[in-house]
C-alpha cells in the first residue's frame, strides 16, 4: 500500500502554474481592461485557459480576473504576462488610469497618493459589477 507524500514535498500549485515567476514582464495596472484575442485553449495550463474564456466576451480589469479566479493580483498579473508573451489577450488601459510604472520596490504600492487613488478605482470597479 502507498503512503500519502509528504506535503513538504509537494510543490505549491500557485508555484507550478507561475512556472516559477514571481513577477509580471509586463506593467499592469488592476483597472487595466484584458481581452481575448486568440481563443484557442488547446495545451494551456487551468489558469490560461480559464483567462481565455473569461475574457473571450467582454474585457475584464485584472483586479476582476484575480477575483474570478480566487487567486490573488500578482498571481494573475503573472498569468496575464505569460498570455501577452503569446499574443492571446491584450490590454488596455483606461484613460482614467495610466499604465503602471514597472517596479520591483513593493514600497511603491504603499505610495500614499497612489494607493488611494487605486483604492478608489478598485471601489469604483466593484461597485458597478452590483
Known amino acids: 500500500m502507498s503512503q500519502a507524500p509528504?506535503?513538504?514535498d509537494v510543490p505549491d500549485r500557485s508555484f507550478v502554474a507561475l512556472a516559477g515567476r514571481t513577477s509580471s514582464d509586463h506593467a499592469l495596472d488592476p483597472s487595466s481592461l484584458i481581452r481575448t484575442v486568440r481563443g484557442d485553449v488547446a495545451g494551456l495550463q487551468i489558469e490560461d485557459a480559464q483567462i481565455?474564456?473569461?475574457?473571450?466576451?467582454?474585457a475584464l480589469a485584472v483586479v476582476e480576473i484575480a477575483a474570478l479566479l480566487r487567486r490573488p493580483l500578482g498571481f494573475?498579473?503573472?498569468?496575464?504576462s505569460r498570455l501577452i508573451d503569446q499574443h492571446r489577450v491584450s490590454v488596455h488601459h483606461s484613460p482614467a488610469s495610466p499604465p503602471a510604472q514597472s517596479s520591483?520596490?513593493?514600497d511603491d504600492f504603499?505610495?500614499?497618493?497612489?494607493?488611494?487613488e487605486l483604492l478608489e478605482r478598485v471601489l469604483g470597479g466593484l461597485q458597478r459589477l452590483r
Open 6 to 8: 509528504d506535503p513538504r
Open 110 to 116: 504603499f505610495d500614499s497618493s497612489q494607493g488611494q
Open 52 to 58: 481565455i474564456k473569461l475574457c473571450r466576451d467582454q
Open 76 to 80: 494573475a498579473t503573472v498569468v496575464l
Open 104 to 106: 520591483t520596490a513593493s
